[in-house]
């Protein structure tokens, strides 16, 4: 199909989503995407842009599609707020619908000026509802996993029912990971995103009759500063980009109307502010690009425009859950309760109608890791022979051994650092089970510390600090709503199966380097207690398909499928 239609006014399109866009004078052109050609009767697709104006700002009138010119009235406007007190246009929605004759309706919402000022309220309040549901216009509730149907992503349920025995696991709710700015539109060419869009996603969710969506919000400048594999496109001092090229539109998108009874949940940045904590300098493992992200503040920055402007569109059904690292990361003394005061500090700088830590749900523990969710043969409580298992190698003097602990425990101290009494925690639980025939059935009679440690724990890797492609893990407890205090849900926010990294180095254009913890012949480091790295072998790039892992996981989970 193809789209077309005239500013008026002279007005140019910056970006564009849905279709592919090209403006020629005041002329647009927008045509299909590979996935998005054939639409059957009834069927419909939504191009949207970002566009500028100078002076006037009149709606297009003369819309035609493929030749024959369109004659349906407009829709409802989208408001889309910013930051500062300026006029920005709002992004246009342009849905296309076939009907069995030739004959072609297209409904437009117009574009709309808006000045918007921000201001802090003094106080921190989640105003929330407790009834289940989906998420109607107006009802923001304590806890978005209960009482709903979560979104499936057909894409990832597509890939694991292709596998021997995936069709177990298959219709498992797992999160969209938006982990570069083409991937807000979708792309064909990829083999770490799918041709699907976030718009795509949203819309199949209304037609799975899902109430809730889970979506991963991963493009920082300078992104995942301490390991390679997960590298990003946006420099670290593209900020202006991060804003106005992956928030904003992501922004507009969720904020569309139609999704309002949809709840949907943003996991934000993974693995970037407790990096700030650990990595950016005076540690053994601190890398010059953390103590970059660190001095410019974009990490900071970055995130408290995305809480506020994420939560800030939509009915009230915008949810957000900030990345809080694992047990293994920021357990100790030494970065546990700075952590807390860093993700503090960053989301009083949220700004909007509902601003600084009012516009954080909760956070999220153990994303795409490893980490157990409870150690069922010892706590940090056991001796042997009258000495604490802190002293361990493998526990290597945490105050936690597991992510269960550990997550209520952060939540109490988030708590006390000013966040609201009712905030949730989630755990994410793809890849912890620790199942098959090398998980313990019992705690070890050894009266040696390490070994009793070690034949004890049910976590297999050969250091906590091993995040790649871990060999023997298994897929753990499936997703649930509420399963203990204080914890919202447990999730699969890393969708079993995506790789952490490639094996050795993967030419690609999606900004993703090589990491050698992702190396199964690699010696290790400091952030390891230079170990081996535990990792499988002939992975592909971080996001890409990797099946052996997938068959692994599936064999060792726990509960077993």
């Given at each position: 199909?193809?789209?077309?239609?005239?500013?008026?006014?002279?007005q140019?399109?910056t970006q564009?989503?849905v279709?592919?866009?090209?403006?020629?004078?005041?002329?647009?052109?927008?045509?299909n995407e590979a996935w998005?050609?054939?639409l059957?009767?009834?069927?419909?697709?939504s191009?949207?842009?970002i566009?500028n104006?100078?002076?006037?700002?009149?709606?297009?009138?003369?819309f035609?599609?493929?030749g024959?010119a369109?004659?349906?009235?407009?829709?409802?406007?989208?408001?889309?707020?910013?930051?500062t007190t300026?006029?920005?246009t709002?992004?246009?929605t342009?849905?296309?619908r076939?009907?069995p004759?030739?004959t072609?309706t297209?409904t437009?919402?117009?574009p709309?000026?808006?000045?918007t000022?921000r201001?802090?309220p003094?106080?921190t309040t989640?105003?929330?509802t407790?009834s289940?549901g989906g998420?109607?216009e107006?009802?923001?509730v304590?806890n978005p996993?209960a009482?709903?149907?979560?979104?499936?992503n057909p894409?990832?349920?597509?890939k694991?029912?292709?596998e021997?025995?995936?069709?177990?696991?298959?219709?498992?709710p797992?999160a969209?990971?938006l982990d570069?700015?083409?991937?807000?539109?979708?792309t064909?060419?990829?083999s770490?995103?799918?041709?699907?869009?976030?718009r795509d996603?949203?819309?199949?969710?209304?037609?799975?009759?899902?109430g809730?969506?889970?979506?991963?919000?991963?493009?920082?400048p300078g992104r995942?500063?301490a390991?390679?594999a997960?590298?990003g496109?946006l420099?670290?001092?593209?900020?202006?980009?991060?804003?106005?090229?992956y928030?904003?539109p992501i922004?507009a998108?969720?904020?569309d109307a139609?999704y309002?009874?949809?709840?949907?949940?943003n996991?934000?940045?993974?693995?970037?502010?407790?990096?700030l904590?650990?990595?950016?300098g005076?540690?053994?493992?601190?890398?010059d690009?953390?103590?970059?992200?660190?001095?410019?503040?974009?990490?900071?920055n970055?995130i408290?425009y995305?809480l506020g402007?994420?939560r800030n569109?939509?009915?009230?059904?915008i949810y957000n859950?900030?990345?809080?690292?694992h047990h293994?990361?920021?357990g100790?003394d030494?970065?546990?309760?700075?952590?807390?005061q860093?993700?503090?500090s960053?989301?009083d700088?949220?700004?909007?109608?509902v601003s600084g830590k009012a516009?954080?749900d909760g956070?999220?523990?153990?994303?795409?890791?490893y980490?157990?969710?409870?150690?069922?043969?010892?706590?940090?409580?056991?001796?042997?022979g009258g000495?604490?298992?802190?002293?361990?190698?493998?526990v290597d003097?945490?105050?936690?051994?597991?992510?269960?602990?550990f997550?209520?425990?952060?939540?109490q101290?988030?708590?006390?650092?000013?966040?609201a009494?009712?905030?949730g925690?989630?755990?994410?639980t793809?890849?912890?089970?620790?199942g098959?025939?090398?998980?313990?059935?019992?705690p070890?009679?050894s009266?040696?510390m390490?070994?009793?440690?070690n034949?004890?724990?049910?976590?297999?890797?050969?250091?906590?600090?091993n995040?790649?492609?871990?060999?023997?893990?298994g897929m753990?407890?499936r997703?649930?709503a509420a399963?203990?205090s204080?914890i919202?849900?447990?999730v699969?926010?890393?969708p079993?199966?995506?790789?952490?990294?490639?094996?050795?180095?993967?030419?690609?254009?999606?900004?993703k380097?090589?990491?050698q913890?992702?190396?199964?012949?690699?010696?290790?480091?400091?952030?390891n207690g230079n170990?081996s790295?535990?990792?499988?072998?002939?992975a592909?790039?971080?996001g890409?398909?990797f099946?052996?892992?997938?068959r692994e996981?599936m064999?060792?989970?726990y509960p077993?499928?």
């Open positions: 199909w193809s789209l077309t239609f005239t500013f008026p006014s002279g140019t399109i564009g989503w279709g592919k866009f090209s403006q020629s004078g005041s002329r647009v052109t927008v045509t998005n050609g054939s059957g009767s009834g069927q419909s697709t191009p949207g842009f566009g104006w100078n002076g006037s700002n009149a709606a297009p009138t003369d035609a599609v493929n024959t369109c004659n349906g009235g407009g829709g409802q406007s989208t408001t889309t707020t910013t930051t300026t006029t920005r709002t992004p246009t342009t849905t296309t076939t009907t004759t030739t072609t297209t437009r919402t117009t709309t000026t808006t000045t000022t201001t802090t003094t106080t989640r105003t929330t407790t289940g998420g109607n107006g009802s923001h304590d996993y009482s709903v149907k979560m979104y499936v894409e990832w349920s597509a694991a029912a292709a021997p025995g995936g069709s177990r696991v298959a219709n498992q797992t969209v990971w570069r700015i083409a991937a807000i539109e979708g064909t060419e990829s770490s995103n799918g041709a699907m869009g976030l996603h949203l819309d199949e969710a209304l037609a799975q009759g899902a809730a969506i889970q979506i991963v919000i991963y493009d920082l995942d500063c390991a390679l997960s590298n496109e420099g670290p001092t593209e900020i202006d980009r991060y804003k106005s090229e928030i904003d922004a998108i969720q904020g139609k309002n009874s949809l709840r949907i949940i996991i934000i940045e993974i693995d970037s502010l407790p990096n904590i650990t990595n950016a005076g540690t053994a493992g601190s890398t690009a953390c103590a970059t992200m660190k001095a410019n503040g974009n990490y900071v970055g408290a995305a402007t994420l569109v939509g009915g009230n059904n859950y900030v990345d809080a690292a293994g990361w920021i100790w030494t970065n546990f309760n700075p952590s807390s860093l993700f503090a960053t989301a700088k949220a700004t909007g109608t516009t954080v956070f999220i523990v153990n994303t795409a890791n980490s157990a969710l409870q150690e069922p043969y010892f706590t940090i409580n056991t001796t042997v000495q604490s298992v802190r002293q361990s190698k493998w003097w945490n105050f936690y051994v597991d992510e269960l602990s997550a209520q425990a952060f939540r101290r988030l708590v006390s650092d000013g966040f009494s009712n905030i925690m989630l755990i994410d793809s890849r912890n089970g620790w098959g025939s090398a998980r313990p059935t019992g070890s009679t009266t040696v390490d070994t009793f440690v034949e004890s724990r049910i976590d297999r890797r050969i250091h906590a600090g995040w790649c492609n871990q060999s023997g893990a753990g407890e997703p649930k399963p203990a204080g919202d849900a447990y699969w926010v890393k079993p199966g995506e790789s952490d990294g490639s094996s050795s180095l993967i030419p690609n254009d999606e900004g380097g090589f990491d913890m992702c190396d199964p012949s690699y010696g290790g480091n400091a952030r170990s790295t535990g990792a499988l072998d002939g592909p790039i971080s890409a398909w099946s052996a892992q997938f996981l064999a060792n989970a077993a499928l």
